[in-house]
């Protein structure tokens, strides 16, 4: 029996038909995913399934007594009181149904039939609904959603992911019979994507979810709806298998089409060349029997960028290392081992919403001094940073505006760039303040690319993108010989381009060397990932290269005399030696002292003056990079790294001079 009927429903926006004959079926426990690119009315058709919008033409039938949910992607707009309370608000039909047993409980005892009937039949409702079980399923969705500790907050103090949060919450604790989800998965970490989707499966939940998370459309769903051409295709099974069918249909159709456009090209030079002479008669029967072929379209066209990422010149095997981090603001959020990213190295780092990850990238790229430890990069390492909530992109600036600011070009070279990122004609002129979040995540990456770098660092790059968006960024990273560096909670995304992932689990940083379903299949073993070292040991990583100069230097009044570069995060300087004293507790003579004293401030002298060569050098290397002569840059690069292994045998010796004389 189903539970949701689509027959022949239509829509139109003025003059434009945005889609037409749109019909399918839910039965009890399907779950069906819907796609398609932005734009093309996914959410109208869910508004129109949930009966709060009205179709144009055609019609939706609904089980009797079927109770809706429907999730909007803005969500709780004037809502008062607390988390707990809203959340709570969802008992309300068990509340009725537990008034009706109370109002029959006193009929009980006079062994009235029609009461008892009448009892069992709510309490088995009251059962089913989940009434028994409200308190404990409230705390496992609450929990799952990672809500338990905003549970005394207003709902007008929350952000918007928050409220998107609690609005899903309180439509699961509602239960309803059908489901109507758009973008369930938006601001949901790992952990609440990964719960969710056991949760809907658990529950064996009627849906009908529109999403642009391919990894949780595999696991939830079991049939897929298409939009295409202006109205809706069905296919078996989740986003997977319908990418694979679409692709065989998509190619079939094309193999179909050009062979009976090939038909059609020749029966028609058959009438132009015998129309009008003895074969004319067959002419004509060939024109009546061609004007009644039914024509096979192609394939959909979509609109498909035309851009590509080059990678700039690296002279070394190394973009960044690092020590032993804490990084932060005032306290430490994640604490790391020795971290290295390779030149073609494929990262994505993973955790909860707030664990830090962010953090993480900003202190890794020289954004934001390390609160422990220390940060390299190669001299001829260039970074291109994509934000998350592109907030330089505001304003009444134009798009083309705000593409000549982030690299200097003339208009024609910026709108011939702009258009392989899908903004032709006018659209260069719209103001970015106005774009959609798609639009802006596609001018944020069409400056990415204006940027020769050879490290992308990528802060979820998919948000606000369109399955087909996603795909084509994809299909760009994978041919970029540069290292990548992403923070997602993508994993249909760090799945295809991940070969290692950094999991940040507790305020520690992991390392797993795979992709997702690697790493998956560990955890599924029930093997735990490594803990890495935490203790600074060794000497420093150099600071070179034009990231770790962005650091802020530790002045000498708080180094206690030590030499430039080896402040207290240095590793062999990170606490005090205790003051040394002969046998007996003579101490030294002063004479030697002296000379120690001496030999430790000439030693500084030499530091000092290699610090200011390796400087030099680091300004030669970005300016011969700029000028595209690698040869040189390579040869300055080779340089640079010898200058930095005798910095680093000084740095080791004045420290061992310098527990002499303490």
């Known amino acids: 029996m189903s539970v949701l009927s689509v027959q022949a429903v239509a829509r139109r926006f003025g003059e434009r038909l945005l889609f037409s004959e749109v019909s399918f079926r839910l039965a009890r426990g399907d779950r069906v995913g819907l796609v398609g690119p932005n734009g093309v009315g996914k959410t109208t058709l869910l508004r129109i399934a949930a009966g709060f919008d009205a179709p144009d033409a055609g019609n939706v039938a609904l089980a ?9 992607q803005e969500l709780l707009g004037e809502s008062a009181g607390s988390v707990d309370e809203h959340a709570r608000g969802a008992a309300a039909h068990l ?8 109002a029959l409980e006193p009929r009980l005892a006079t062994g009235d039939d029609e009461a008892l009937g009448a009892y069992a039949d709510v309490q088995h409702r009251f059962e089913h609904a989940g009434g028994y079980d409200f308190e404990a399923t409230l705390g496992r969705v609450l929990g799952g959603l990672g809500l338990n500790d905003l549970r005394e907050r207003e709902v007008r103090t929350l952000s918007g992911g928050e409220r998107t949060r609690l609005g899903l919450a309180r439509l699961l604790l509602d239960d309803p019979d059908l489901l109507l989800l758009d973008e369930p998965t938006n601001h949901l970490d790992v952990a609440a994507l990964e719960w969710l989707e056991r949760f809907l499966i658990e529950q064996e939940s009627t849906i009908l979810v529109s999403s642009h998370d391919r990894w949780f459309l595999d696991r939830v769903t079991s049939r897929t709806l298409s939009f295409e051409r202006g109205t809706v295709v069905e296919y078996r099974g989740g986003y997977s298998q319908y990418a694979r069918q679409r692709a065989e249909r998509d190619a079939s159709l094309e193999k179909a089409s050009a062979k009976q456009a090939e038909e059609i090209a020749r029966t028609e030079e058959f009438i132009r060349r015998y129309g009008a002479g003895q074969r004319s008669k067959e002419a004509r029967g060939r024109g009546k029997r061609l004007a009644r072929v039914e024509r096979i379209q192609g394939p959909e066209q979509v609109q498909r960028h035309g ?7 690296l002279a070394g095997d190394t973009v960044i290392e690092t020590t032993s981090l804490a990084v932060g603001y005032t306290a430490p959020l994640v604490r790391t081992g020795a971290l290295r990213i390779a030149r073609d190295a494929r990262v994505a780092v993973v955790g909860p919403n707030g664990a830090g990850k962010t953090t993480l990238v900003r202190t890794l790229v020289g954004d934001l001094a390390a609160l422990e430890g220390y940060v390299s990069s190669a001299p001829t390492a260039r970074v291109a940073f994509l934000a998350q909530a592109q907030s330089e992109l505001t304003g009444d600036e134009t798009v083309i505006d705000a593409m000549r600011r982030a690299l200097p070009m003339d208009e024609q070279e910026a709108r011939e760039h702009l258009a392989r990122f899908l903004f032709r004609g006018d659209d260069v002129f719209k103001s970015v303040g106005v774009l959609s979040g798609g639009e802006r995540s596609r001018l944020a990456l069409a400056r990415l690319a204006a940027r020769h770098a050879n490290l992308l660092v990528l802060d979820e790059p998919t948000n606000h993108l369109d399955l087909l968006a996603r795909e084509q960024l994809e299909a760009v990273l994978q041919t970029f010989e540069g290292a990548l560096l992403v923070v997602s ?26 992709n997702w379903t690697g790493l998956q299949r560990l955890r599924a073993s029930g093997a735990a990932l490594p803990m890495p070292d935490l203790a600074t040991a060794g000497g420093p990583v150099p600071a070179r290269g034009p990231l770790a100069r962005r650091s802020p230097p530790v002045p000498r009044s708080r180094q206690r005399g030590r030499p430039a570069g080896t402040g207290p995060g240095h590793p062999r300087l990170a606490s005090d030696s205790p003051r040394r004293a002969t046998p007996g507790g003579r101490s030294t003579s002063k004479a030697s002292a002296a000379r120690r004293i001496e030999g430790a401030r000439a030693l500084e002298a030499r530091i000092e003056a290699m610090e200011l060569q390796l400087r030099q050098l680091e300004e030669k290397v970005s300016q011969i990079a700029q000028s595209g002569n690698y040869l040189e840059t390579r040869r300055i690069g080779e340089e ?4 930095a292994r005798s910095l680093r045998e000084l740095y080791d010796e004045w420290t061992r001079e310098s527990e002499k004389t303490e």
């Open 640 to 643: 640079h790294e010898s200058l």
């Open 489 to 514: 909670h993508d994993r249909y995304f760090i799945d295809k381009l991940a070969t290692e992932i950094w999991p940040i689990e507790a305020g520690v940083l992991k390392r797993f060397e795979g």
């Open 64 to 72: 009797r007594g079927t109770r809706i949910g429907f999730l909007e």
């Open 95 to 102: 509340r009725e149904l537990e008034a009706e047993m109370r």
């Open 307 to 313: 851009w590509r990422l080059e990678a700039a010149h």
